[in-house]
């Protein structure tokens, strides 16, 4: 299949892309390289330089190379810059999804992969949260993803447009020794955990340690990026069938504490930490279920143990200290 993948030269983009090329697919990457990086796109990728905001680009890109799918992941992604900058969200990641949707229509591509947030669900009546969980977007952020959700539906009302949501928390981990996570400035703890280790952080901070946990401090989900490349594709193949969308999740959730320990130990590093106050807004557990996924599409996650999952992003970390150093 010749597949666009929008935002492919970033951290997940750039893993899926890597993934579909293994498989035998056909990949143009469209990206403006704002969080991306050309050194992460596979070499037998076409890559494009591109902006959502430019209608006319996104026409030409689909005119020429003819995709049969668009993979989505073009977006701003930071929950507190949402809060801070709402309409960076609220508009620009509205109004690029909309762009790129009218052209997909346009050229009769009506296969579609959106990657969703489990944002979407901020104050969840459940745990491991399913498909069934009532939607509270957790921020702008959240509201931007559930709103191109919600064009997908119509779109597949109006249109026969097949598409899958998948939604998910905090991906992590390295695809390959030569393509891993690299944000400027970087908000994820596994790295900023791993930037200690490399004293390039002088510590890492601890936001609270008194929530209702077993050690007091928060627990999240934490995918590894293969792992979710290959739900991605998974839900690619399946299109066919109809559209879709799933909450993807590890099964399982970690302690900001039991990170911190757990790089201690892979990377030998003492790692100091220190425990300061919390940050308004966080949940105390959030954790994704994938039932459905697993149930529907034979989809298992590789990476379960958080040791593993270090280890791989420890590989990336220690031998590009600077990340793809294009900055």
Known sequence: MKVLVTGGAGYIGSTVVAELIREG????????????????????????????????????????YQPEAIMHFASHTLVGESMENPFLYLAENVTNGLNLLQSAVDH????????STANLFDDPERMPIDEKERIVPGSPYGESKYIIERMLYWLDRVYGFRYA????????????????EDHYPEYHLIPIVLQVALEQR????????????????????????????????????ALDQGSRTYNLGNGQGFSVKEVIETAREVTGHPI????GPRRPGDPATLIASSDKIRRELGWEPKYTDLKGIIETAWQWHSTHPNGYNDR
């Open 202 to 237: 002088e510590k890492v901070f601890i936001f609270g340690n008194d929530y209702d946990t077993p050690d007091g401090t928060c627990v999240r989900d934490y995918i590894h990026v293969l792992d979710l490349a290959q739900a991605h594709i998974l839900a690619l193949r």
């Open 108 to 115: 009769g591509i009506r296969k579609f992969i959106f990657s």
């Open 272 to 275: 100091p930490a220190e425990i």
């Open 165 to 180: 949501a998948l939604r998910y928390f905090n991906a992590c981990g390295a695809g390959a020794p030569e393509r891993g």
């Open 25 to 64: 697919d056909s990949v143009v990457v469209f990206d403006n390289l704002y969080q991306g990086h050309k050194g992460a796109v596979h070499p037998e990728a076409t890559f494009i330089k591109g902006d959502l905001n430019d209608r006319a680009a996104i026409d030409s890109v689909l005119a020429d």
